[in-house]
């Protein structure tokens, strides 16, 4: 066999595997899967095979989604959302139940959990939206929009899922805002949310009203609802400057830290790493947000640039939520670290949030017509 030849095909290859993906991008998500891997390998090394499946997956669908234009996302905007408010419905009506919760819909073949496709298909449908008002939107095209988001939100807390409720609705918040919110309007709608809080405790499931009470006084039930958050303090402080060194962790080690393999696998990486990792790791997702809004700012149409922006400011959410929540300064709401807690379907959404930045780049220079 020709030595020459077989470079040449293999570098053939990689470039056409990697030709409609963003370098900088790419690096940045490798880097946070690496890191990822590490710290899983601590936490629960059990469930790296299976991570390693759920990762295949989640990179073989943004190898995919990349590839697919812009203009054709936003054709798919409308029956996107339509299938995932169907699908949010059928849960509803006749979702399974389980933890007292009615999040999953049995199809049979399988279990969904229609309300990780509305992370998408909200910002999906919202950039259409405006895209279909580009000269001039209006307050009440502003109120719409709230409406369309309102819907499948309400439907998601009902089940309840606070957690999955709160991303969806930053998620479209997002659009509504990078497509010119007024300040005015804004303020005005965080007094009103305000004023209304007396209310909104009332709505609140018992379970709910809990995580926030013990929020503000986790030692009130320590071994019970208070269990979560100090034992994960007790780890982010005891890590110290540089950490216990990796697989040292004491709480983490000695099971201390529950879920320390899902939503708080941060607190089982700052104390092996101490505050020195936990710089390097804000200074990866710092990176990421960075290179998708500048993806953002370069798109080549209204659309991409509202898609690209609420999508990267989807990872800042998951990770600020995350974090705030396990340092004891946010309710558990069950939200994972991006890119690094154990799971399939958030990890696929994320990827998928990453595939439509790549494509938005890969198109940037193409103008709709």
Do not use: C
């Not at 600020?320 to 340092?327: A, D, E, L, Q, R």
Request: net charge positive; aromatic share 10%; charged share 10%.
């Amino acid at each position: 066999m020709n030595p020459g030849f077989g470079l040449s095909t293999l570098r053939g290859w990689w470039q056409k595997l990697v030709a409609p993906l963003d370098g900088p991008l790419l690096g940045i998500t490798a880097l946070l899967v690496l890191l990822a891997f590490g710290i899983m390998v601590s936490a629960s090394p059990e469930r790296i095979n299976a991570q390693l499946l759920n990762m295949a997956v989640a990179i073989g669908v943004m190898r995919v989604v990349a590839q697919v234009p812009p203009q054709r996302l936003m054709h798919l905007a409308v029956p996107i959302y339509l299938l995932g408010l169907l699908l949010l419905v059928g849960v509803a009506l006749f979702g399974d139940i389980s933890k007292g919760a009615r999040r999953w819909l049995n199809l049979g073949f399988m279990r969904i959990q229609p309300s990780e496709l509305m992370k998408i298909a909200m910002p999906l449908l919202l950039a259409w939206f405006f895209q279909q008002r580009e000269a001039m939107p209006r307050l009440r095209d502003y109120a719409i929009a709230a409406l369309l988001l309102l819907l499948p939100v309400g439907l998601i807390a009902r089940q309840p899922d606070l957690g999955t409720a709160i991303l969806v609705l930053a998620a479209g918040f997002y659009v509504i805002f990078f497509a010119g919110l007024s300040w005015k309007i804004i303020i005005g709608m965080a007094v009103a949310a305000i004023a209304a809080a007396p209310l909104a405790w009332n709505l609140l499931h018992d379970y709910q009203r809990h995580r926030i009470l013990t929020l503000l006084d986790p030692e009130k039930d320590p071994l019970g609802k208070g269990f979560h958050i100090i034992q994960s303090t007790i780890a982010i402080g005891s890590g110290g400057i540089f950490g216990k060194g990796w697989k040292s962790g004491t709480q983490a080690q000695l099971e201390f830290i529950p879920e320390r393999h899902t939503d708080f696998i941060f607190a089982v990486y700052s104390e092996e790493f101490g505050l020195f990792g936990n710089l390097i790791l804000l200074v990866l997702y710092a990176l990421l947000i960075g290179r998708g809004l500048m993806i953002a700012a370069n798109a080549a149409t209204l659309f991409s640039r509202l898609l690209a922006g609420a999508v990267t400011m989807i990872f800042f959410t998951y990770a600020f939520v995350n974090m705030g929540m396990v340092s004891g300064i946010l309710p558990v709401v069950g939200v994972p670290l991006p890119l690094v807690s154990y799971g399939g379907t958030a990890l696929v959404t994320l990827f998928i949030g990453i595939g439509i930045l790549m494509s938005i780049h890969g198109n940037r220079m193409l103008v709709q017509k």
